[in-house]
């Protein structure tokens, strides 16, 4: 027979065991800690940690992609800046998508006219999905992770707050998305003078908050935009009065990029890097969302 006092000691035990027990059930439906390596380097910035992967040349492909419809076939996409004939038509994304919705930041710009919002966006006659007309850097009323792709062609150089752009991207694309971008290629562009940006410098712009409104590289622009290669941009005089109203026009190449940097643009927002081309004027990343 059990004596009083290892009676109060088994009570005692089963009462730890149970609190235990309990503990531990709670903990299962705790949210998960958000693991470290899904903080981006715009958190807390570790050069040590951004380049512990070495990017390198010969992981640049110098070739046109015979096509890129096994990255997208029967998805859904999200395109910035829309339509990319040459190189979204061309390569087939349009026709292996299932859809894509696209946006263009007003109804007529440089480049395309009679947008309107939530009118459908056309590819050779098909409705390939809905247009809307947001900021690369601000698309509100689009839900999160509701694309299996997004998509840019020659739009990123033209935003003044990159990272500000591209986590909006990644904002609303699905958890293993993919993000497919096409900036110029510099060494052959009429920004062959200009320097590379820096990726300190974007975080730079993102941290104090910098708008599309800004206008810090106009000089260096005016002084190496190589008119030589724009005929389109009509002479100095026409090309800097179009730029000094480039919250309203958008021709600016707010920055300029290579491979290496897009690269390193990439991990620091924990996107994986699965491929990379240079073509013509065309440089290509495509990565997955992690
Ligand atoms: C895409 O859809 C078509 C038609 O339903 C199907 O035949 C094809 O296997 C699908 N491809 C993929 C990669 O799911
Ligand atoms: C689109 O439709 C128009 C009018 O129906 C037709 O003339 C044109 O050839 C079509 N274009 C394509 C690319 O199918
Ligand atoms: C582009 O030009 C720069 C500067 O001349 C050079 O360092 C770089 O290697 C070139 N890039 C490629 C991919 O040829």
């Given at each position: 027979?059990?004596?009083?006092?290892?009676?109060?000691?088994?009570?005692?035990?089963?009462?730890?065991?149970?609190?235990?027990?309990?503990?531990?059930?709670?903990?299962?439906?705790?949210?998960?800690?958000?693991?470290?390596?899904?903080?981006?380097?715009?958190?807390?910035?570790?050069?040590?940690?951004?380049?512990?992967?070495?990017?390198?040349?010969?992981?640049?492909?110098?070739?046109?992609?015979?096509?890129?419809?096994?990255?997208?076939?029967?998805?859904?996409?999200?395109?910035?800046?829309?339509?990319?004939?040459?190189?979204?038509?061309?390569?087939?994304?349009?026709?292996?998508?299932?859809?894509?919705?696209?946006?263009?930041?007003?109804?007529?710009?440089?480049?395309?006219?009679?947008?309107?919002?939530?009118?459908?966006?056309?590819?050779?006659?098909?409705?390939?999905?809905?247009?809307?007309?947001?900021?690369?850097v601000?698309?509100?009323?689009?839900?999160?992770?509701?694309?299996?792709?997004?998509?840019?062609?020659?739009?990123?150089?033209?935003v003044a707050n990159p990272?500000?752009?591209?986590?909006?991207?990644?904002?609303?694309?699905?958890?293993?998305?993919?993000?497919?971008?096409?900036?110029?290629?510099?060494?052959?562009?009429?920004?062959?003078?200009?320097?590379?940006?820096?990726?300190?410098?974007?975080?730079?712009d993102?941290?104090?908050?910098v708008t599309e409104k800004d206008?810090t590289?106009?000089?260096?622009?005016?002084?190496?935009?190589?008119?030589?290669?724009?005929?389109?941009?009509?002479?100095?005089?026409?090309?800097?009065?179009?730029?000094?109203?480039?919250?309203?026009?958008?021709?600016?190449?707010q920055h300029?990029?290579?491979?290496?940097?897009?690269?390193?643009?990439?991990?620091?927002?924990?996107?994986?890097?699965?491929?990379?081309?240079?073509?013509?004027?065309?440089?290509?990343?495509?990565?997955?969302?992690?």
């Amino acid at each position: 027979m059990l004596k009083p006092k290892p009676l109060f000691m088994l009570f005692f035990l089963v009462l730890v065991v149970l609190a235990i027990l309990k503990y531990l059930r709670t903990r299962k439906f705790l949210p998960m800690a958000t693991p470290t390596d899904s903080t981006t380097c715009l958190d807390s910035f570790d050069p040590n940690r951004l380049y512990k992967s070495v990017f390198h040349m010969s992981m640049v492909q110098f070739m046109v992609p015979k096509t890129l419809s096994h990255w997208v076939e029967n998805k859904s996409g999200f395109e910035i800046g829309a339509p990319s004939a040459s190189t979204w038509g061309n390569l087939g994304l349009y026709d292996a998508a299932a859809k894509v919705d696209a946006t263009n930041f007003a109804a007529q710009t440089l480049w395309e006219s009679g947008i309107k919002e939530g009118g459908p966006f056309l590819w050779k006659n098909r409705t390939l999905g809905k247009h809307f007309i947001r900021d690369a850097v601000d698309l509100h009323g689009i839900p999160d992770e509701s694309y299996d792709f997004v998509c840019g062609t020659d739009i990123l150089e033209h935003v003044a707050n990159p990272f500000k752009a591209l986590l909006e991207w990644l904002r609303i694309m699905k958890p293993n998305g993919l993000l497919i971008v096409i900036v110029p290629y510099q060494n052959v562009t009429f920004d062959h003078k200009r320097s590379v940006a820096k990726i300190e410098h974007l975080m730079d712009d993102y941290r104090k908050k910098v708008t599309e409104k800004d206008l810090t590289h106009l000089d260096e622009i005016l002084r190496l935009h190589d008119l030589g290669r724009d005929a389109a941009a009509g002479g100095f005089d026409a090309f800097k009065a179009r730029s000094e109203k480039n919250f309203e026009i958008r021709g600016l190449h707010q920055h300029v990029y290579d491979q290496r940097l897009l690269y390193y643009i990439y991990r620091c927002l924990n996107i994986e890097v699965k491929s990379q081309y240079i073509w013509d004027y065309h440089q290509l990343i495509i990565g997955q969302k992690r």
